[in-house]
Structure formats: C-alpha cells, structure tokens
C-alpha cells in the first residue's frame, strides 16, 4: 500500500498561514513590545530615542479621564447597540422569510444596501441629516410642531444618534445570516406544529428561535467585536465631541497614536482593549457552552 504523503495537506494552508503569521500575529507581537516603550514620532527616525519604561504606559492609561471616558462611551454602544442590531436584523429576516408578498424580496436588498455603502459617505449624509438647522429629521419635527432636536450637540443625544446610524448600518450583514439559518430549518417541522394546532407565536418560540440559537451566537459574537471596536462614525460626525462624550476607545487609540504620535500610549490603549474583547468573546462561548449541555 502506497504511504499517505502527511505534509501534503500543510503545502495548501502555508501560505495563508504566512499571510496570517505576516500581517496579523506579527503586528500583534510589535504593538505588545511597543506598548513598553515611549516610541513617538521621533523615535522612528533614531531608534537611539526609543526607551523602555514597563508598564508605565498602562498605568497612565488607567489614570487618563479621557481613557476612562472613552471606557464608559464604549460600554454604553455596546449594551444599547447590541440587542438593536440583533433584535432589529433577526425581525426583518423573520418577515422576509415568512412574508408572502413579493415586496418582501425587495426587502433583502434595500436593508442590506447600508452595509456594502462605505461608512464615511453614510456619514457623511446623515450628519446633513442631523444638521440642527437645516437637517430633515428637525424639519419633520417643525413640521409637526415639535421643538428641534440637538442630535450631535447634547453629550447624551449625540450617543444616541450615532448608535441610530450604526444600527440602520448594522442590520443588512445580520439579517442575511439569519435568513440563511431560517430557511434551513425543515418546513416539516413547521407543518407538524400546525396540525397540532400551534399558533404563530409557540411557532415561533418552541421552533424557530430555538433552533436559531448557533445563528444568534455567531451574530451577537460578531456585533458585540464590531461594536466594542466602535471607530468610524465618531471620527467622522462628532470627532469625539462634544466634551469627548462619543470618544470611544478605538477613537482614543487613533488621536493618540495617529494625531499626537504616542505609539507607545496608544498601543497600551489597543492591548486594553484586545484584552478586553478577548475576555467578553471568551465568556460569551463559555454561557453557550452551558447553555448547550443544559
């Protein structure tokens, strides 16, 4: 009998592994060891300026109100914008899916048109959208003789406005993955519970939400990194403001290693945040786990 050529298999995945190994493990070990540092933009052009000084980075991250600020604004997009996105995309992929009207397929395309258009164009409009003075979203309220509404420029409204933008963004990626898991389970199963005489709901409760549990837990693992990773619609419609009330921690990461050159400080900040993430996506395979021996 021929032998089995075991190295075969390794030939195929090498190169993605060195793609991997290239341009995602490298960097990772580059930022661990400029995060010891105090690297700045003159560090890059005499390595001789370049000084070690251990955790030091990680301590004044911790003390910066504007790091802890960002840790807050973060924390809130995460716990509001999570559930919206998912409660949101998994609503709309049930009414495609069980909507009988031909208008429902035109529903597939025009929820998902936002998440192929390029986020700083979308922010763009929608920042014309929030304008206070000639924006539409105050004109309908003059029009309804409601007073205007300072969507950008209140510390509080401006977060709730920007996670109304990333949630309209946010449903066309969820609502494709969910149809897909819907229209994979057995239209047997369905048939069976309405001979039994099965209403809608304990339709929708004992079959589908059930067996839609691995979708549910790949979407909200997803969207929870997307939205802990929370960068562009901040940087592109408030800059932070106002008061750094919608700075988030990948914003604070960018002006400070992109705008005021402290790579060190700022690659402290992203292995906080790396941590951080890590720590979440590791409880939440840990709850499913249980969930799925109980």
């Not at 807050?72 to 999570?82: K, P």
Request: glycine share 6%; with cysteine; net charge positive.
């Amino acid at each position: 009998m021929k032998a089995i050529n075991t190295k075969t298999p390794y030939l195929f995945i090498a190169p993605a592994l060195l793609l991997l190994g290239l341009f995602s493990l490298f960097p990772i070990v580059v930022a661990l060891v400029i995060s010891f540092t105090d690297i700045s933009l003159e560090g890059l052009g005499d390595w001789s300026m370049i000084h070690f000084v251990g955790l030091e980075n990680y301590i004044q991250v911790f003390k910066d109100p504007i790091f802890m600020k960002s840790l807050f604004n973060t924390l809130f997009y995460v716990v509001i914008g999570v559930p919206l996105v998912i409660v949101c995309s998994l609503a709309i992929a049930l009414l495609i899916n069980f909507g009988k009207s031909r208008i429902f397929r035109a529903f597939r395309v025009i929820f998902y048109m936002p998440s192929i258009t390029n986020v700083v164009a979308v922010a763009v409009v929608w920042s014309y959208l929030y304008n206070p003075q000639l924006g539409l979203f105050n004109y309908v309220l003059n029009w309804l003789h409601l007073p205007p509404v300072p969507w950008l420029t209140d510390p509080n409204m401006s977060k709730v406005s920007l996670i109304a933008l990333a949630v309209w963004r946010g449903i066309g990626v969820n609502m494709i993955i969910f149809l897909a898991a819907l229209q994979g389970i057995p239209k047997t199963y369905y048939e069976a519970a309405q001979l039994d005489g099965a209403t809608n709901w304990k339709q929708l409760t004992k079959i589908t939400l059930p067996l839609l549990r691995y979708a549910i837990f790949f979407v909200s693992i997803t969207t929870m990194i997307g939205w802990l990773q929370f960068f562009e619609e901040p940087l592109v419609m408030t800059k932070g403001g106002p008061l750094d009330s919608t700075t988030s921690v990948a914003l604070f990461i960018y002006r400070n290693g992109f705008q005021l050159s402290n790579f060190g400080y700022a690659a402290a900040g992203s292995f906080i945040l790396f941590i951080a993430i890590i720590i979440i996506t590791l409880l939440q395979f840990r709850l499913q786990k249980k969930e799925v021996d109980y």
